[in-house]
């Protein structure tokens, strides 16, 4: 009776838990995003059994919204993405009845949540296609799919009224996107986890800046000063802007502690990004200070550690910066199974075991652990005895070689360093240069992917063990049966019908334990900004990528870009969206 429940239990847990996690169909619509095939990633997202199942419905919308995005649909982006945050926020606030489902599926099973990076992410771009759709001035004609009709929506011209209250969504997405980063903070104080977005402080001055009233751009200026602030307290523990990230993160809770030069001296060794991105921030601030709040200047200049050289480059530019760009740079990195193993014995010892596992230790710890050693030959691959790997950072005992132990995924992200600076460059009539400075990294978006997915690994590395323990120990209770039932017939024949039936029930557990690598493919790798104001005329815009440790030169830097830059308004500004 107690096998037949065994193996009742085991047929269960196979069939119930074998979900896609859409590894094959991500990699096919990267391919058409980073061929600049739009059209047919568009196609393809629409059409694929994938993004049709209702697990997959956040992924379909933000999947959506990002390409009308990149084929300057900015209308339909709004729309997609509209509807992405709607649904994150009913996921967010859903009861965790369905996450019931994972104590014996994986969560491939489970409807897909978004990662909280995500999520902040939606309101950046449904920010930024309102302020698009405010300087273009009108929505772009589409098809609208009506049940089996296609309905033709034909462009349409803003009035300037409609104009700007396409600006003002975009500031009120602004406001919205704030006030979710407030809750993420309560949630996650004292952690070093994602738990604010420094894009939302420099797009969020963008903005402000946008609007042009005197109190947005005072608003704008805080928000510089927070950014600052944020990138030296949170920002320092991604590779992308300290050399000393690893340390920073290991003594994150001593560091609130400590002095501010301790800090810098100790834990802090700024990268060419970071270099960058403090000088604009200063300047940013600086600029904005001696029109808005001159009487402040001296303090800002302290409390941000604002060298002479740009004190002096601040007071020699008087008017607002009227030009901002925007890079969309590559594509993140992706989202790959990782492997782990969980050993018999901590599973049989769990409190938290499963019916599965507390029915397999009514045979006996000592005589499965035997068995499976000694007659299905169990045991982790050597050099793999650690069951979770430094970048989950989960302090869990190694699982020594003489022990029996089961494999199973996680996901992580194939984070990688970032290889290039970009430089944008401004030309006149002439061919003069008028403007060249850095376009600097506002959102390292593979270090925060990286660090989120790794958060929700370590969250679920004991379930995830367990429940794959689990699944192994009812299956080699059901050989253990089998073996014993033909152990008259002869060692050879019990240990080789024994084994067959084992590898059979393996291979479905290793296919119900895949990793949940679902994820927002599309989005770019890192968001890079500049603003900077030029006279009313006709230029040439250029950027180029040099490499991390060089100095910028015209002449050797690889030129990626060059297009006509018109300026019609020296007060507002005028926003440039790019993706390289």
Not at 108 to 116: A, H, L, M, R, W
Not at 366 to 389: H, I, R
Not at 413 to 433: A, C, F, M, T
Not at 473 to 484: H, V
């Amino acid at each position: 009776m107690m096998l037949k429940k065994l193996t009742y239990f085991l047929i269960l847990v196979l069939v119930t838990s074998c979900a896609s996690t859409g590894l094959k169909e991500r990699a096919d619509l990267r391919k058409f995003i980073e061929q600049k095939q739009f059209d047919q990633a568009l196609k393809f997202v629409e059409t694929n059994d994938f993004f049709k199942e209702e697990r997959s419905h956040l992924l379909y919308f933000l999947e959506k919204g990002l390409i009308h995005h990149y084929k300057g649909n900015y209308f339909q982006s709004a729309e997609a993405l509209t509807q992405a945050k709607d649904l994150s926020d009913k996921l967010y606030t859903k009861s965790l009845s369905s996450s019931a489902k994972t104590a014996i599926t994986n969560d491939s099973y489970d409807v897909y949540y978004g990662e909280k990076y995500e999520r902040s992410l939606i309101h950046y771009y449904l920010s930024l296609n309102h302020l698009l759709l405010f300087q273009q001035g009108k929505y772009e004609a589409y098809s609208l799919q009506e049940g089996e009709v296609a309905k033709q929506i034909p462009e349409k011209i803003l009035s300037d009224k409609e104009k700007k209250e396409e600006l003002y969504r975009a500031r009120a997405e602004v406001l919205a996107w704030d006030s979710f980063l407030s809750t993420i903070r309560k949630e996650r104080a004292g952690e070093t986890v994602f738990k604010d977005d420094l894009l939302a402080k420099m797009f969020g001055a963008f903005i402000h800046e946008t609007v042009g009233t005197r109190a947005d751009m005072q608003i704008a200026l805080s928000l510089y000063v927070d950014a600052y602030n944020l990138l030296f307290q949170n920002y320092n523990r991604y590779p992308t802007m300290n050399f000393l990230s690893s340390k920073f993160q290991d003594d994150f809770s001593k560091i609130p502690s400590m002095d501010k030069t301790a800090i810098k001296l100790k834990y802090v060794s700024p990268t060419s990004f970071q270099t960058e991105l403090i000088a604009y921030i200063q300047l940013k601030v600086l600029t904005l200070a001696q029109k808005y709040r001159a009487n402040e200047w001296n303090k800002y200049t302290k409390a941000l550690d604002i060298p002479k050289a740009i004190q002096d480059k601040a007071r020699s530019q008087k008017q607002n910066h009227n030009i901002g760009i925007v890079l969309h740079q590559g594509l993140i990195p992706a989202k790959v199974p990782d492997k782990h193993y969980y050993g018999l014995e901590q599973a049989l010892r769990d409190p938290n075991a499963s019916n599965g596992v507390k029915a397999a230790a009514a045979i006996g710890h000592l005589v499965l652990t035997v068995f499976a050693a000694e007659k299905l030959g169990l045991m982790p691959p050597p050099g793999n005895y650690n069951p979770v790997q430094a970048h989950v950072g989960l302090n869990v005992a190694s699982i020594a070689a003489e022990k029996v132990a089961f494999a199973f995924e996680l996901p992580k992200i194939e984070n990688r360093p970032l290889s290039w600076r970009y430089q944008v460059r401004v030309l006149d009539h002439s061919g003069k240069e008028v403007f060249s400075n850095p376009l600097v990294v506002s959102e390292p978006l593979g270090d925060v992917a990286s660090e989120g997915v790794a958060e929700h690994a370590r969250s679920t590395f004991v379930r995830t063990g367990l429940r794959t323990a689990g699944k192994h120990l009812a299956a080699i209770a059901a050989s253990y049966g089998t073996y014993k039932a033909m152990e008259k017939s002869g060692e050879f024949f019990a240990k080789t019908a024994a084994i067959v039936q084992y590898i059979g029930a393996s291979k479905g557990i290793e296919a119900s334990e895949q990793a949940d690598t679902r994820f927002w493919s599309t989005l770019p790798e890192s968001i890079r900004l500049n603003d900077f104001y030029v006279p009313k005329g006709d230029y040439k815009l250029e950027i180029y990528r040099f490499t991390i440790d060089g100095e910028f030169n015209s002449t050797t830097a690889q030129k990626l870009l060059e297009q006509a830059l018109n300026v019609d308004s020296n007060e507002q500004k005028k926003v440039i969206c790019l993706s390289l």
